[in-house]
């Protein structure tokens, strides 16, 4: 690794120029327009993971934190993840449930802001859903404080030896009760498409709380 630092003309030549694909319109319901992108950024051989997406929580001590998360679900008119309910996300969440959601998909020069409302889904819907997750990754949510100081490597997999004697490979894990998941009810979602000389396409949905209508508004980049 070069141990010489990388300079600001070196910084600022990294900037490229976008292509002319225009965003002249949108469908007026906001999930169908995420579902045909979604659909397009997972088409596309250079997105790996269309549906990872960057979680911003506000906790109380005034600090943004970011981290990125899965999609799982789109359903009930929200965006639905899975975590541990013991997590600094989790926690922020418990304190502010105001949250962003951010879908970059750079290789299309795409991206979609979400900014909405986080709560709990249902245990049903968390034991369904967990039931379907790899054996390696369930063990892994009853090994693992997420979020927790951890002195050393050999811990974690200590603890992941311990819960794979208890339940082998083959067996139900039950979902432990810290696990579930999250929904995010939009109150804006913005689809981002880049353009020549940064004249971005802005479209961006808004509504005044999560009962309200759709209103579709361009603005300027």
Do not use: C
């Not at 045909?36 to 088409?43: G, R």
């Not at 309910?85 to 795409?110: C, G, T």
């Not at 951890?150 to 979902?175: D, F, H, I, N, Y």
């Amino acid at each position: 690794m070069s141990e010489k630092p990388v300079t600001r003309e070196e910084i600022r030549a990294m900037r490229r120029s976008y292509g002319d694909a225009g965003l002249e319109s949108l469908p007026s319901d906001p999930f169908v327009a995420f579902a045909q992108w979604l659909k397009e950024a997972h088409e596309n051989t250079v997105i790996v993971e269309a549906n990872a997406m960057v979680l911003s929580t506000l906790a109380s001590d005034s600090l943004i934190e970011t981290r990125t998360v899965l999609l799982k679900d789109i359903s009930d008119g929200g965006f639905t993840f899975f975590t541990n309910y013991q997590s600094r996300k989790a926690h922020a969440i418990d304190l502010n449930p105001n949250v962003s959601l951010l879908f970059p998909w750079f290789a299309m020069e795409r991206q979609i802001s979400i900014s909405g409302i986080a709560e709990k889904v249902s245990e049903q819907e968390s034991d369904d859903y967990f039931a379907t997750r790899p054996w390696g990754s369930q063990i892994g949510a009853w090994a693992s404080h997420q979020s927790s100081p951890l002195a050393t490597r050999a811990e974690l997999e200590q603890r992941v030896e311990g819960a794979s004697q208890k339940w082998p490979e083959g067996t139900a894990v039950p979902r432990p009760a810290h696990w579930g998941g999250y929904r995010v009810t939009p109150l804006n979602i913005e689809f981002w498409q880049g353009r020549y000389s940064r004249l971005h396409d802005r479209l961006r949905y808004e509504r005044a709380n999560t009962t309200a209508d759709w209103e579709l508004n361009r603005y300027y980049p």
